[in-house]
Each structure stands twice: as structure tokens, then as C-alpha cells.
């Protein structure tokens, strides 16, 4: 698969039009306690503390956190998958693509990998939630076969004792 976009070589968009083959030019890796420092682009300090708690528990067996490497080692894309968070499934949660590496692919492709580790647990479906207002993350689920379940309130930290609080969608599909 090729997709024609503008890839950044780091966290300024490169603006020249080239040709990517996905599959070929792109690595799906765990996520190492090394790596956090490449992960700051994708949220907050408080989103950094829950991914190196996320990593901690992977070391228990209850989580996997991938992420995922253009060919320049510029981290693109990470997400995980807890195991304990719902009943006979595997939670995908904390995705997120850089900016200028959406819409080519790359979440579907940590996605799928995320699935297999969910299928490799001997799990029955993967389920996610994704917040009302992200209409375009809950049309590339539905692309992806997640289906609507139910809705849910949910939050996390954004520092300084503060809390987000939102209303998600959940989803899930069969594996």
C-alpha cells in the first residue's frame, strides 16, 4: 500500500508531497521505558505518567503498549491494550497518531496489532471508547468493525489536581 502524503521527518510537518509505502517503511514495536522521552507529543506530563504506569503493569501481564517508527526512528503512533479492564476483552485505549501521520493508515496499522494481541490472549472481541465529540476516530473504528455498545463517563488527569471529564462511546468487535 502506498499513500501520497507530506511525512515529517520530526515534529515540523514536512511540506514536500512524496509517496510512503506503509507497510514496508513502518515499525510496530512494545514500548520501552527508554522510549517515554519520544512520547511527549502525545499528550500532557500526566498522559507520560500513565503511560509508564501502563508499561509498569505490562510487566504483570495485564497491559501490552506499542507504538509505532517511521524509518527515521520518529515515533508516530502509540497505543496499548488492557487485558483486565473489561470482561473477555482486551480495552484498546491511550491511541493517538502524531499530527501530519493521520489519516495515511498508521492507526489502523497499530490498531490491527493491537487486535492480534488481543486474539493472542485467546480473547473473544476488542472494545474501545472514544469520545462523543471525535466523530472521525468513531468513523475510522466503525471502518475497522467496532460497532456502537453503549456509552460511559470518563476521565483522567491533566495536572495540577485537575481532572477532564468526558462522555464516550464504547465500542467493540468480534475478533
Known amino acids: 500500500m502506498s499513500v501520497e502524503t507530506s511525512a515529517p521527518d520530526d515534529d515540523q510537518a514536512v511540506r514536500s ?3 510512503v509505502p506503509l507497510e514496508l517503511a513502518l515499525t510496530v514495536r512494545d514500548v520501552g521505558p527508554e522510549d517515554l522521552v519520544d512520547l ?12 509508564a504506569e501502563a508499561m509498569q503493569r505490562g ?11 517511521a524509518p527515521n526512528g520518529v515515533v508516530v503512533a502509540v497505543g496499548g491494550v488492557d487485558f483486565t479492564r473489561r ?9 493517538s497518531v502524531r499530527g501530519g501521520w493521520q489519516s495515511l493508515g498508521v492507526g489502523s496499522i ?12 485467546g480473547l473473544p472481541q476488542a472494545t474501545l471508547s472514544v469520545e462523543h465529540d471525535n466523530p472521525r476516530a468513531e468513523a475510522l473504528y ?21 481532572s477532564y471529564a468526558t462522555v464516550c462511546f464504547t465500542m467493540a468487535k468480534k475478533l
Do not use: K
Open 87 to 95: 470482561p473477555s476483552s482486551g480495552d484498546l485505549w491511550m491511541l
Open 17 to 19: 508531497s512524496r509517496t
Open 59 to 69: 510487566f504483570a501481564d495485564e497491559t501490552a503498549l506499542l507504538m509505532v517508527t
Open 40 to 51: 511527549e507529543w502525545s499528550g500532557g506530563p500526566s498522559h507520560l505518567t500513565a503511560l
Open 110 to 121: 497499530l490498531i490491527a496489532e493491537l487486535e492480534h494481541r488481543v486474539r493472542s490472549r
Open 142 to 162: 466503525r471502518r475497522l468493525g467496532y460497532v456502537r455498545t453503549g456509552t460511559e463517563l470518563d476521565s483522567w488527569p491533566i495536572g495540577q489536581g485537575r
